[in-house]
């Protein structure tokens, strides 16, 4: 049975839930909420590349759901589960589609192609002295282009470069991947909208979209080998880290004690004890034997190993030594990303 590009990448997603969260779990991860339940399923069920890229609504996203169930792909009840028949879909490709669309970046290929864009197509126009209607709506965007216009003293020296280097990416590319990406650039001609490259390629529109960001991550893969692409991103952050827990971070790094830096920032023990899960997924530094001794960390491991689950409850009752929620959710953090 044919699979779309977007059901297999909810088929790919709810497998990796492994039977422990739900739909709305699922969905909040789709959105890149930065709340520190969505960021940890997101770390835990190695759904950092699907963080933030699967922006369907809310309406879009039960229809999905609705009908990979009636397909019999997946069972809805308190959690998310494949079927017997949706793991075998699954199984039929070699490499996950998820881990091809850049979720871990948070953002940074997606800025990266508006900020191309844009200016490409500026430049183009600006030389063939051409008016055009900007081909990015966003302000953030639009006012980044304006600052960097003043700093390229020769266009054509510019766009020769930037052609070249385009080139160079795209060889790399299947030809499919080749010409979304060539065909969604504008410069004297607007680039081609999703409805129109869904019709040349023969397939539906949110394939298309997903088959467009896959390719534009490939090409962000290779942004070591063009320097001069490379530098529009140059003041871009890839952090993973929220904004508000790296503000913490860098406290506790001049010294503050927890405490004290809970009064400084009028934070909520709650809200502390998320900071310090995210940055003890974050930061290979984090001294994790300040909060959980040794042998608690030695025991959550081997249960979680055991049962095979990131599920806190379950880990947490098969507890022999007395134990917190916050504790376990620091000694997974840490396991997940030593690779134990």
């Not at 309406?59 to 075998?88: D, H, M, P, V």
């Not at 080998?225 to 860098?250: N, R």
């Not at 530094?285 to 409850?313: C, M, N, W």
């Amino acid at each position: 049975m044919e699979v779309s590009l977007l059901e297999r990448i909810f088929l790919e997603s709810i497998q990796r839930l492994r039977n422990e969260r739900s739909d709305r779990s699922l969905y909040h991860v789709f959105q890149g909420k930065k709340s520190a339940t969505s960021l940890q399923d997101a770390h835990f069920y190695d759904l950092e590349s699907v963080f933030g890229t699967v922006l369907v609504s809310k309406q879009r996203f039960e229809t999905i759901l609705a009908e990979l169930s009636q397909k019999n792909w997946i069972e809805r009840q308190e959690t998310l589960r494949l079927t017997y028949e949706g793991a075998q879909l699954v199984e039929q490709t070699d490499r996950a589609i998820i881990d091809q669309l850049g979720g871990e970046l948070r953002g940074y290929a997606e800025m990266m192609w508006k900020r191309l864009s844009l200016l490409v197509q500026t430049m183009v126009c600006l030389e063939a002295k051409q008016p055009f209607i900007p081909v990015q709506q966003e302000t953030i965007i639009r006012e980044w282009v304006k600052s960097v216009l003043p700093t390229i003293s020769n266009r054509a020296e510019w766009l020769h470069h930037m052609h070249q280097e385009l080139i160079f990416l795209l060889e790399r590319l299947p030809e499919r991947e080749a010409t979304l990406i060539s065909y969604r650039l504008s410069g004297v001609q607007a680039g081609w909208s999703y409805p129109q490259l869904a019709q040349m390629m023969k397939t539906d529109m949110e394939s298309v979209q997903y088959e467009f960001t896959i390719a534009w991550r490939k090409c962000i893969d290779d942004l070591e080998k063009t320097p001069f692409l490379k530098q529009i991103g140059v003041d871009l952050h890839t952090s993973k880290m929220t904004q508000s827990a790296q503000t913490t971070w860098e406290l506790l790094q001049q010294g503050l004690t927890v405490e004290a830096v809970a009064i400084r920032r009028r934070l909520k023990n709650s809200t502390m004890e998320d900071h310090l899960v995210e940055i003890a997924m974050y930061v290979p530094s984090f001294p994790l034997d300040h909060f959980v001794t040794l042998s608690q960390q030695e025991e959550v491991r081997q249960i979680a190993q055991r049962l095979g689950t990131y599920a806190l409850k379950r880990i947490k009752s098969e507890m022999q030594s007395e134990i917190s929620y916050f504790q376990i959710r620091l000694v997974l953090a840490r396991s997940k990303w030593e690779g134990i």
